[in-house]
């Protein structure tokens, strides 16, 4: 049996048809999809880099408005500092730590009832209102 190609829509090569991902369509039936699963792949890695990064800076910004660093033990690296619920919510009450993150950069009201806390100091709270660490162990 001969070769099918298909032409990329991203990449413009022709390629052979198990470079594409085939789908069901409910008027055409099996159908490989215009882009290769090459172009796919990429796009999909360059969303979620992006993603990542849009993400990171967003939590850099709030952190800043916010204090910049840890408010019971003074931690100061964005990547081990979080956004802290001073009165504690119940988890079914909880919204995803981005779209929190994304409602408190655009609320000056809202982040009222937020504090900066590092991931050890957050955890150590659990369920209380305070840091439950002997901070001056050693
Ligand atoms: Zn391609
Ligand atoms: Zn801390
Ligand atoms: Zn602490």
């Given at each position: 049996m001969e070769q099918q190609y298909v032409q990329c829509n991203k990449c413009k090569e022709s390629k052979i048809i198990d470079e594409f991902r085939i789908i069901n369509t409910k008027f055409a039936g099996f159908m490989p999809v215009p882009t290769c699963i090459k172009c796919e792949n990429e796009s999909e890695t360059k969303y979620k880099e992006r993603y990542r990064l849009d993400t990171c800076k967003a939590k850099i910004k709030l952190l800043k408005i916010m204090g910049g660093k840890c408010v019971c033990c003074g931690l100061t690296q964005w990547w081990i500092l979080t956004i802290d619920h001073i009165?504690?919510?119940?988890?079914?009450?909880?919204?995803d730590s981005r779209s929190l993150m994304f409602k408190l950069l655009k609320n000056p009201e809202m982040r009222k009832d937020f504090q900066v806390m590092c991931y050890g100091c957050n955890n150590s709270k659990n369920t209380g209102e305070k840091c439950n660490f002997d901070h001056n162990l050693c």
């Open positions: 009165k504690p919510v119940k988890k079914d009450k909880r919204i």
